[in-house]
């Protein structure tokens, strides 16, 4: 079955303690990303991966480190949480982004973190 | 990217046809219209895609307006299963979509 998994699904953490949310994806994908979600803030990008060993920043990238060394793992990074980045988060995939073509995109399930 | 506006939520009844609008005036001529909604906190689903032609699958129809300054997604037969957060957009080719607030859809029995 084609699907994006996140991990953890849950998590409560304290601040400053690094954690890392995991995504993969099974449908090989060149594109991938990372959004928060918060309330009344709609979803908001974190970062993005265009393929292997390229990544940018999106609009919400401070605090936030991503690696791409595997085209179906893209991990989000927490080097020291803060409870600002309490959040829902998603991971997201899809085929190549062209100017010629529109690629649906697949999203995880979610992982929703509380930073105490 | 064009920005889009829609209504903050609606109300449908069940097995009745479930009308979402969109307005993106500032919309350009290579940009399309993609829906996608949220159940519940779960991942954001998409739902279908146009650029000029009104487009119909299995889930929804799309209505986009001839001047393309607005769009209608139908969903024609709600369901209860049917309520989410319905977001329109509109970005150009092989851009990253950007999700603004949606229209949060009630259906009710």
């Known amino acids: 079955e084609a699907q994006v998994t996140q991990n953890p699904r849950y998590l409560i953490t304290v601040t400053g303690k690094k954690l890392t949310v995991t995504c993969s994806q099974n449908?090989?994908?060149?594109?991938m990303s990372w959004y928060r979600q918060d309330p009344g803030l709609g979803l908001r990008q974190i970062y993005y991966?265009?393929?292997?060993?390229?990544?940018d920043k999106g609009d919400v990238p401070e605090g936030y480190k991503v690696s791409r060394k595997e085209k179906r793992n893209f991990p989000l990074i927490l080097e020291s949480p803060s409870p600002n980045q309490t959040s829902l988060y998603f991971c997201?995939?899809?085929?190549?982004?062209?100017?010629?073509?529109?690629?649906?995109?697949?999203f995880g399930p979610g992982t929703r973190l509380l930073v105490l | 990217d064009a920005k889009t506006t829609q209504p903050p939520s609606m109300d449908c009844a069940e097995g009745r046809a479930a009308n979402l609008p969109c307005n993106h005036s500032?919309?350009?001529?290579?940009?399309?219209v993609y829906w996608y909604r949220q159940i519940h906190s779960q991942g954001p689903q998409y739902i279908i895609h146009?650029?000029?032609n009104n487009e119909t699958n299995e889930m929804a129809s799309l209505i986009i307006t001839e001047d393309r300054k607005s769009s209608t997604l139908i969903l024609p037969h709600a369901t209860l299963r049917d309520t989410a957060v319905y977001y329109c957009?509109?970005?150009?080719?092989?851009?990253?979509?950007?999700f603004g607030g949606g229209t949060r859809l009630m259906v009710k029995p």
């Open positions: 957009i509109a970005e150009g080719a092989g851009n990253m979509l950007t």
């Open positions: 146009g650029l000029k």
């Open positions: 997201a995939s899809s085929r190549k982004l062209t100017g010629q073509s529109q690629e649906t995109q697949y």
């Open positions: 500032t919309i350009s001529g290579n940009e399309y």
């Open positions: 991966s265009m393929n292997v060993e390229v990544t």
């Open positions: 449908m090989n994908h060149e594109y």
